[in-house]
C-alpha cells in the first residue's frame, strides 16, 4: 500500500485530494496548521475513513512520516490571505518548502510542488506556456506569494539536480468549486455570497481583467495523472483555457442565482494581472488531460454549494 503526505489536506484542494488518493487506496496522511483549512473540510474522512490520518502541523516545522509521495499544497492562496501575514506566506513557500523535500529526500519518496499561475505575473505573453519566464514585480504586495511559489520552484529543481530526486511541478491556474471559503476574497466566492445574500457584486477596476476557471475536479484529476506519472519532472501548466471577463463572470452568477444584486466597482488592486489563461497542450499531451467541466455546470455545482451552506 502507498502511502501519501499531502501538506495543505485540509484546505479547498488539498481536501479533494485527500478524497482522491483514499479512493485510489492510498494511506493518506493529511498535515495542516488550519490557517485557511478547515476541520469541516475533512470530517466526513476523519469519521469513516481508517486510512486517513490527520497530523495538525505547520511545515514550518521539520516533519518525519514515512511515505511514498509528497504533496504540498500549504500556503494560503488568495490575495486577502497570503497578504495578511506576507512574511508567513515568504517563510511557508521556502522554509515549508524545504522540510517538505528534506523529508521526501529521507525516504525516497516522489514529492510534487503545488505552483501557480502567479510565477507568470502580469503576463506580456498570451496564453501562457510553461517556458514563459513571467513578468513578476519583486517588491509588490503580490511578492509574497509569487516570489515565493518562484523561489519553491528554484528550491524544488535544485533537490532534483542536486539530489537526483523524484520532483515535480504542477502551476495551477484560478480553481473554483465547493469547499471554497466564502471570506477567501476570491472573486468566484465572493460574486457567489454576495449574489445569494442580495448584496452588490464588488468588481474591481473596470471589470475588463480576464481569468480562465477551472472547476475542482478537472484540476484534481490533473494534479493525479501528474503524481502517478514517470519521468516527467514539469513544469506543467493544470487549468482550464476558458477565458472570461470579471464584468461577464458576474452576469453569469447573476443569471445563474437568478439574483438581481447590482454591480459595485471598487478600485483595482495594486500588480492585479489584466489577463490570464493557461495554454495546456502539454498537459493534454504528457498526461493526456483536458477539463472537461464547463464553466456554467462547475459553477451551479458551487452556487448549490454556498446555498446549503448557508440556507440549510
Ligand atoms: N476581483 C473582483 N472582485 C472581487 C474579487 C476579485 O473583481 O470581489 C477580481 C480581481 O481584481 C482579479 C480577478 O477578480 O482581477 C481574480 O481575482 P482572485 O482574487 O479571485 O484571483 P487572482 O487575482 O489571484 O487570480
Redesign the pocket.
Known amino acids: 500500500m502507498k502511502r501519501v503526505v499531502i501538506a495543505g489536506g485540509a484546505g479547498f484542494i488539498g481536501s479533494h485530494l485527500c478524497e482522491r488518493f483514499l479512493s485510489e487506496g492510498y494511506e493518506v496522511y493529511c498535515v495542516d496548521n488550519l490557517y485557511t483549512g478547515s476541520k469541516e473540510n475533512i470530517r466526513h474522512l476523519l469519521e469513516r475513513e481508517k486510512k486517513f490520518h490527520f497530523i495538525y502541523a505547520s511545515i514550518l516545522d521539520p516533519l518525519d512520516i514515512a511515505c511514498d509521495l509528497v504533496l504540498n499544497f500549504a500556503c494560503p492562496?488568495?490575495?486577502?490571505h497570503y497578504q495578511k501575514d506576507p512574511i508567513y506566506t515568504a517563510r511557508t513557500s521556502f522554509e515549508g518548502t524545504r522540510h517538505l523535500l528534506e523529508m521526501a529526500k529521507k525516504y525516497q519518496a516522489r514529492f510534487l510542488l503545488a505552483s501557480?499561475?502567479?510565477v507568470y505575473g502580469d503576463p506580456e505573453v498570451h496564453p501562457q506556456n510553461e517556458s514563459y519566464r513571467g513578468n513578476v514585480n519583486p517588491i509588490g504586495i503580490?511578492s509574497c506569494y509569487d516570489e515565493g511559489k518562484r523561489i519553491a520552484e528554484t528550491l524544488t529543481m535544485d533537490y532534483h539536480r542536486f539530489y537526483g530526486m523524484d520532483t515535480k511541478i504542477i502551476r495551477i491556474?484560478?480553481t473554483y468549486g465547493p469547499r471554497m471559503l466564502e471570506n477567501?476574497?476570491?472573486?468566484?466566492?465572493?460574486?457567489i455570497v454576495?449574489a445569494l445574500k442580495g448584496e452588490p457584486?464588488?468588481?474591481?477596476?473596470d471589470?475588463n481583467?480576464?481569468?480562465s476557471f477551472c472547476y475542482v475536479s478537472d484540476l484534481v484529476e490533473g494534479i493525479y495523472r501528474m503524481s502517478i506519472k514517470d519521468n516527467f519532472v514539469g513544469p506543467v501548466n493544470l487549468g482550464n483555457p476558458e477565458e472570461y471577463t470579471?464584468r461577464q463572470?458576474?452576469t453569469l452568477v447573476l443569471e445563474l442565482t437568478q439574483s438581481s444584486s447590482p454591480l459595485h466597482f471598487?478600485p483595482?488592486?495594486e500588480d492585479?494581472?489584466?489577463r490570464?489563461r493557461p495554454d495546456i497542450t502539454l498537459a493534454q499531451k504528457a498526461l493526456g488531460w483536458s477539463p472537461t467541466v464547463p464553466v456554467k455546470e462547475g459553477l451551479k455545482a458551487t452556487i448549490t454549494y454556498f446555498q446549503k451552506r448557508f440556507f440549510g
Open positions: 492562496a488568495s490575495p486577502p501557480t499561475s502567479e503580490r491556474f484560478n477567501d476574497g476570491r472573486v468566484v466566492s465572493n460574486f454576495q457584486l464588488t468588481i474591481y477596476g471589470g481583467q480576464t481569468r470579471m463572470l458576474a471598487l483595482l488592486p492585479d494581472p489584466k490570464r
